[in-house]
């Protein structure tokens, strides 16, 4: 699964912005599909997660209530809407695909995603 992820940009404290991610190779359908990201000097941290078919959507605290994730299997496309951005969101957002459902004790857990794009960076100034 190769993933394209785009969106990203330089925004002011409170703005939104909505990321894409474009999956090609192979669907995503049977998937579990996410958000990481990585701010400067930081590891690499959970954003947002969802198995597929039903079931929740799984958020980081620090972005429960800003942030909403949704994927569209038949564009094979996930997205991730972010509003009330804060400076501290400031990161290179990386979108994942599993190859399979993630148990959902481990969906926050990076070494359970085999596939990562190339990140899109998004930067909010004070």
């Known amino acids: 699964v190769q993933l394209q992820a785009s969106g990203g940009g330089l925004v002011q404290a409170g703005d939104s912005l909505r990321l894409s991610c474009a999956a090609s190779?192979?669907?995503?359908?049977?998937?579990?599909m996410g958000w990481f990201r990585q701010a400067p000097g930081k590891e690499r941290e959970f954003v947002a997660a969802k198995n597929w078919g039903g079931g929740i959507i799984y958020y980081a605290d620090s972005v429960k209530g800003r942030f909403t994730f949704s994927r569209d299997d038949a564009k094979n496309t996930v997205y991730l809407q972010m509003n009330s951005l804060k400076p501290e969101d400031t990161a290179l957002y990386y979108c994942?695909?599993?190859?399979?459902?993630?148990?959902?004790?481990?969906?926050?857990?990076?070494?359970?995603?085999?596939?990562w794009g190339q990140g899109t960076q998004v930067t909010v100034s004070s």
């Open positions: 994942v695909a599993a190859r399979g459902r993630v148990i959902v004790g481990s969906i926050r857990n990076r070494s359970m995603y085999d596939y």
């Open positions: 190779g192979r669907t995503i359908s049977n998937r579990a």
